[in-house]
């Protein structure tokens, strides 16, 4: 937590230390994650009022508690009275970010921010997994990305810590440069600009507007990345001071890649840079992954990693948990797990290469969440750009009835164009099919669950998160 204690994050979050002052450990905001010396703020939401949990979590060992004011009085009198260090604070929320403030503000390392419609997660991991090789770095913890999320990440910094990797999402306009501005990132990363969380947007342009804004948060001698090919540049880059750097494929400026393609295990390419070239084998599969990782080649190269060992780093990683993982049943067939989050764009980027991967393969594609409006037309454009797939769909959710229509209409016959209104019952329509396909993907927004069906299947229901 960079050297804070109780009495400064007091000061910095005009609150009072109750007990002694001491130096803060981990903060935690789950009692749950509590280990010894944490630091536990007492946050509150619509549907819980973490000072319920304050006893819970010193039993777990938090030597700190972050807590309202106007919420000692609900607190047990052992809490009250010394059973741990306590932060008395107008909002624990707020304190939060004062902290995580206050925190960057001690920290002498440099923030890469990354932000993205698709593929900014794994890219914040490729990111983390480069910059490794030069010193210490942290990176944000699956997707906590949101005003929550990011404060966390920030208070895991450490004097010895060289570099972080802050991931940051949106929901609304305005949240990106909130971020950005508790963040103060000297790098940034746009990975791409898509139709996601258009409801809450509005439109495309909108959705650019905000992605860009990370980019515009950027110091005058900062730099900014992001692909040549990405939607709306202008606006993306729009009131950008720093330097802006691209990649992308075939010949031009920047990092470039050429020959992606599938492998039996992932993906592969060669990156040039300059006259020099580097075979780039990646661990998971879909080729935009290897546009994903050009961009974290492209931010190491630029902070001094060695591209040789960098372009190792990336073909050590595994694939996360539900981002493209492959598994196999026991009987052999294997399963593309890409259901932690979907929207159009990557939705057609997982279906192409899906289509490459197995042509005959098996697809279960659910629902894209956030869209607005626009989503049953978002839909049935998925079922069209089916195209010359030879394999079998199974749609999955309301919003997929709509791309098993247009898949039909565009000529997929019923027994190959199939629907299911959930996970739970698309599983019995894919065990009966599971034994045509070698290769089943499942591709979906994380809200409809559709890891269920592999864990129906499996019988790994508890290694599903």
């Known amino acids: 937590m960079m050297g804070l204690t109780a009495g400064a994050l007091a000061q910095v979050a005009q609150g009072r230390v109750v007990g002694p002052d001491r130096a803060l450990g981990a903060a935690v905001i789950d009692s749950r994650e509590v280990r010894s010396g944490s630091t536990f703020f007492c946050l509150r939401g619509p549907r819980f009022d973490a000072h319920d949990f304050a006893r819970a979590a010193i039993d777990a060992g938090a030597s700190t508690l972050v807590v309202r004011e106007a919420s000692l009085a609900q607190l047990s009198p052992d809490v009250r009275d010394g059973a741990a260090t306590l932060v ?18 001690r920290f002498e390392g440099t923030v890469i921010g990354v932000t993205g419609s698709c593929g900014k997660t794994t890219t914040k991991d490729q990111l983390a997994a480069v910059l490794s090789t030069l010193g210490p770095t942290v990176a944000t913890r699956g997707n906590q990305n949101n005003q929550l999320g990011v404060p966390l990440t920030l208070l895991r910094l450490e004097p010895a810590t060289r570099f972080a990797v802050v991931e940051m999402g949106m929901n609304t306009p305005g949240e990106i440069a909130l971020l950005a501005r508790w963040a103060r990132p000297s790098l940034g990363i746009v990975t791409t600009v898509g139709a996601a969380h258009l ?42 001071v720093a330097r802006l750097e691209t990649v992308g494929r075939g010949v031009g400026r920047g990092l470039r890649l050429f020959e992606a393609r599938e492998t039996e295990t992932g993906c592969a390419g060669r990156v040039e840079r300059g006259g020099a070239r580097f075979d780039l084998t990646l661990g998971l599969p879909g080729t935009h992954n290897l546009d994903n990782a ?8 630029a902070l001094g990693v060695d591209m040789g060992v960098a372009v190792s780093a990336l073909g050590a990683m595994p694939a996360a948990t539900l981002r493209g993982e492959v598994r196999t049943l026991a009987s052999g067939h294997r399963f593309l797990l890409d259901c932690y989050n979907a929207n159009p764009q990557s939705m057609r980027a997982a279906i192409e290469s899906f289509k490459a991967r197995a042509p005959h393969g098996l697809m279960v594609l659910g629902d894209m969440l956030e869209l607005g409006p626009g989503a049953l037309e978002e839909h049935a454009a998925i079922g069209r750009a089916l195209g010359d797939f030879e394999g079998v769909v199974v749609g999955v959710g309301p919003l997929s009835k709509a791309l098993v229509d247009a898949a039909r209409a565009a000529g997929f016959s019923g027994e190959r164009a199939r629907w299911a209104p959930d996970a739970d019952a698309a599983q019995p329509v894919v065990e009966a099919l599971v034994a045509e396909h070698p290769w089943t993907l499942l591709k979906a927004s994380r809200g409809m669950g559709l890891e269920r069906v592999w864990a129906g299947l499996s019988g790994e229901g508890r290694g599903v998160h």
């Open 88 to 105: 008395v604070v107008d909002d624990p929320e707020k304190a939060l970010v004062a902290a995580a403030c206050e925190a960057r503000r």
């Open 199 to 240: 409801e809450g947007m509005g439109s495309l342009e909108e959705i650019a507007r905000e992605k860009g804004s990370l980019l515009a948060a950027l110091p005058s001698d900062g730099v900014g990345f992001m692909p040549e090919a990405i939607a709306l540049p202008w606006i993306v880059t729009r009131g950008m």
């Open 294 to 301: 050009l961009l974290a080649l492209a931010v190491g190269d």
